[in-house]
């Protein structure tokens, strides 16, 4: 009984390794992570005014006061705080922040101040339908979480891949 556990345990590590999954974190794990969380989320809202001002542009970001090196390193501080802190928790649940942002900015437009927020909720919702979808279409077992993402976000990624090439030409 002990080694069929033991190999159960490794076999949902791997999975939620390789291609992620929201059932392998426990709250001692979340309590682990969360002051990653709580210094990137911090760190990333107070950013959102320079950040805004950033995409106007380097020379007229510089104009407006914005020391672009310290912002830029602190966004990269930030993003990575957050991703290492998720990736240590649920793996590469790859898709979301991918796809979510860029749907988010196309329907409200460059403002980070509303891009921030509601990415992170609509980032849940997408997880959660994902995740309760992975449960639907395994059964009687489970399809994980970042597979039904992938299925979802890789024509979501190629659609945007697509608007991008034929803004540029």
Known sequence: HTRSCLVSWARRCVI???????????????????PYLAVGFVLAFFLVPSLNTL???????????????????????????????????????????????????????PDLKKIMPLSAVCGACVLLISDVLGRIWGSPGELESGIVTALIGGPVFIFIIRKVRVRSL
């Open 16 to 34: 939620r390794d390789r291609v992620g999954s929201i059932s392998g974190a426990s709250w001692e794990d979340i309590k682990l992570m969360s």
């Open 55 to 109: 995409a106007l542009g380097d020379d007229v970001a510089t104009g407006l006061g914005v020391n672009v090196t310290v912002v830029r390193g602190l966004a990269a501080l930030s993003g990575v705080l957050l991703c290492a802190a998720v990736t240590a928790l649920a793996g590469p649940i790859s898709f979301i922040g991918l796809m979510v942002p860029h749907l988010i900015r196309a329907l409200v437009g």
